[in-house]
């Protein structure tokens, strides 16, 4: 299940198991993104929040 | 028993403290905090959200806030708001961790950048500066000198957050290239482990690539590890621990443990030992 980064078009591998909420992310840039839904058998991207002060433990 | 999983960012331990739920028997789910939207005006039911709950949100402010809704219906979740807020806040955990009377470095708290220099003359460098709020060493800096130190001050001031305008600073512990972090459920220590900093680091988070390797803590650094537990509330938990030239400290305590790494270095799963812990509190 591949699909491309909005970004800069580089491959992102989403794997066969994903599930949603799961991140991936792209080999090229590394932006990453988070799986919003999974229909027909696609997973949708949507871009995963980024690192907040308050993230961690 | 249904068990609800919160997350915001879904990683390896959700799901394996997804499957090890279901290996137990339960009807395990998991739950994108981020998508919740939530009337708490009037007493709700928990609709939806089973028996109890495990907050696995890596926000704290999202952990914190959604756990007091959750227990506001009734709903059982581990780890509790009290605790998330104990261990969220580092100086909240630091007085607990004195009030409990367990070592821990020497910290000091100035609540203006111009009383800082005062709290360096008492701990001396080289000394450690924290945020309050915020985890994986990350804006954890190390001030050799007074100049140095008087930059990251002059950075920090330029930050929004006027809780960043607030310094705790902390004495820089003389250590092996390693501390040890304990992962705690209830009563039982599910795995303890050395983490190694990785070259041209000091600061031995496993997200700055520190390195595991288990070992069996002695019966002085267990005693510790469970005071600490208890001191911040007891529940699932993250015990950070350094061994100092005076013997142990414990310097963090974390409510949303990560063990992946310390699970790449442990036989027995981590995992299970949390889900029975917390299957064991949705039975009382």
Redesign the interface.
Known sequence: MNTKCAECDGPINVPNDV?????VSCRDCGVEY?VSEIRGGVALLKP??T??????? | MQLTILFDRLRWEEKALKKEGENEGCEASLLDAKGLVLEVSTPRKRNGLGDLALQRCISHYRALYLTKILENMSLEVVNSSAVTENCGNKLLTTLLLGKARIPTPKTYIALTPDTVPQAAEALGFPLVMKPMTGSWGRMVSLARDGETLQSMVELREQLQNPAEHMYYLQEFVKRPPRDIRAVVAGDEIAACVYRYAPEGEWRTNVARGGISKAFKPDEELQELIHRAAQAVGGGVLGVDAMESRDGYLIHEVNNTVEFKGAQSATQGSIPRKIIKYVLSRGKK
Do not use: M
Request: aromatic share 6%; proline share 0%.
């Open positions: 599930i949603v909420g799961e991140i988070e995963a929040e690192v907040e002060e308050d993230w961690g433990e």
